[in-house]
């Protein structure tokens, strides 16, 4: 009541509220773990995430802050300080795609509302590696060959911006090998003098071709996918991700970096 005498009964049957609040930096942040046996009890839930306050996944195994399924009741959040997923690795200069940037707030239970006056923002993807060069045009000449020597490898791709990890760009493809002659029994001219006079004649050009390595993509940015090159980069982390047949109500006034639900 607001006047009149007040009575206990007139409390009888209010519900109330359980507040947590996160002051300070923190990372791989699991909601049932801050609510304890509370989480699954039908009591409204407060989490509140004060400015200046950053939350970190340390890998793309996991989301910086998780509301793991088995939820009872519901559940706010209310983040003025960043929530930041994890970005995805490059990729390596001997094959693969870039790795991609994990999710920042990962929700698998209904009733949760997020109310974001801060930053919210998935992992970068790592960028794609850097396309092989073409080997050089070969031949032989009076019983010698010439080999035009091989093309270069491509280079490692960048690391996508997230807590664990800064963005980075790819790094530069090889040179290769350079041209060479070869005897008929496998003694080497190497290059140079008689190797230049005799495959000069290679038809089509001895070594012609021949190319370095590609650069590999860069990471991208928070929110963002790395580059592709001679392979796909990772795709950006989502600012919030919900499991299969789960729904998040959210109030944004801040800004949110990534893919939506």
């Known amino acids: 009541p607001t006047s009149g005498t007040i009575d206990f009964a007139d409390f009888y049957g209010a519900v109330k509220q359980i507040l947590v609040t996160l002051s300070s930096n923190d990372t791989n942040q699991n909601v049932q773990t801050l609510f304890g046996s509370n989480f699954t009890t039908n009591i409204p839930k407060l989490l509140v995430i004060n400015s200046g306050v950053e939350i970190g996944a ?3 195994n996991n989301s910086a802050l998780t ?3 088995g939820m009872v009741g519901t559940l706010t959040i209310q983040n003025a300080g960043t929530i930041s997923g ?3 690795a490059g990729a390596p200069a001997n094959g693969g795609n870039g790795g991609n940037g994990e999710t920042a707030l990962y929700v698998g239970s209904n009733g949760v509302t997020v109310t974001n006056t801060g930053t919210i923002r998935g992992g970068g993807g790592g960028g ?7 080997n050089g045009n070969s031949g032989t000449v009076a019983g010698i060959y010439c080999n035009g ?20 760009n790819g790094s530069g493809g090889s040179s290769g090998s350079a041209p060479s002659c070869t005897y008929p029994n496998g003694g080497g001219l190497g290059s140079g003098g008689a190797c230049d006079f005799i495959c000069s004649s290679v038809p089509g050009g001895w070594g012609s071709g021949r ?4 650069s590999g993509g860069n990471g991208g940015t928070y929110g963002n996918a790395g580059a592709n090159a001679g392979t796909n980069g990772g795709s950006a982390g989502k600012y919030i991700k919900t499991a299969s047949g789960v729904s998040v ?10 893919g939506a639900p």
């Open 249 to 258: 109500s959210i109030s944004n006034s801040g800004s949110l970096l990534g």
């Open 149 to 168: 020597g091989t093309g270069g490898t491509g280079g490692a791709g960048g690391n996508g911006q997230g807590y664990n990890q800064s963005q980075s």
């Open 211 to 214: 190319s370095g390595g590609g």
């Open 58 to 60: 340390t890998s793309t």
């Open 67 to 69: 509301v793991p399924s």
């Open 128 to 134: 794609g590696r850097g396309s092989n060069g073409s």
């Open 86 to 88: 994890a970005g995805g």
